[in-house]
């Protein structure tokens, strides 16, 4: 079946730029995770959407990140007045929670360059 | 002191040999591991993923948790090129839906 999808798979901006980066979860799954893993970085936790809520924003590294899910569908992660430090692979994950262990799929993330 | 700390490599080792990928944590609430393999500009795949200590085999993988020293293994027997990955050791503290904390990886060659 279909993976998490996510689009665009790189974007170039320039600083000052707002960008909107989206994730299509696999189909069915309640739980929708924004992780960024920047050049010879571990992956960091951003948010976690269950449903449409957002109980856990504790990983947006400013106010100028922000992020919106509809239903239990499609993502977007909007990073506005982009700075260079802001260059990453942004990867999405989706889980079926449904008590017990939680796996995440992994999208294969939006490579973000902010010259 | 990071988190959960994880030796980036290049570790490199001949076809055929026992790898083993280490990680240390400092948060003694974790509870569930997991090991993530990541290709080249590929999203990580989940490998393992255990709860609390012990032991957990899966083909040529295994895995290993010893909570009373903050410390996960991941073994890989009769290395494969294909092995040839960066291995990221993640944990989270709940088994529901929880943000992971990730170590930076180790970057794997097997060398055919």
């Known amino acids: 079946g279909a993976g998490v999808s996510q689009s665009p798979s790189n974007k170039v901006t320039e600083k000052g730029k707002d960008v909107e980066l989206r994730c299509d979860p696999i189909s069915g799954h309640t739980a929708l995770y924004w992780y960024r893993q920047r050049l010879g970085q571990g992956l960091e936790f951003l948010i976690y959407?269950?449903?449409?809520?957002?109980?856990?924003k504790s990983g947006l590294p400013s106010d100028r990140f922000s992020a919106e899910r509809t239903g239990e569908s499609v993502s977007t992660l909007t990073i506005q007045r982009t700075q260079q430090e802001d260059s990453a692979v942004y990867l999405c994950a989706s889980s079926l929670v449904m008590g017990g262990p939680d796996t995440q799929y992994f999208g294969p993330g939006t490579r973000l360059t902010v010259l | 002191q990071k988190e959960v700390e994880q030796d980036p490599g290049p570790l490199s080792v001949p076809e055929g040999a026992i790898v083993s990928l280490n990680c240390t944590y400092s948060n003694s609430a974790f509870q569930y591991f997991m090991w993530y393999r990541q290709y080249s500009r590929k999203g990580p795949e989940l490998l393992m993923y255990?709860?609390?200590?012990g032991n957990k085999e899966d083909g040529r993988f295994t895995a290993q948790v010893d909570k009373s020293s903050k410390y996960i293994s991941l073994f890989i027997r009769d290395s494969q090129p294909s092995d040839s990955a960066t291995y990221l050791c993640?944990?989270?503290?709940?088994?529901?839906?929880?943000?992971?904390?990730f170590g930076k990886g180790t970057h794997l060659i097997i060398q055919p």
């Open positions: 993640a944990m989270s503290v709940g088994g529901g839906a929880d943000g992971l904390t």
């Open positions: 959407f269950q449903g449409n809520s957002a109980p856990d």
């Open positions: 255990t709860y609390s200590s």
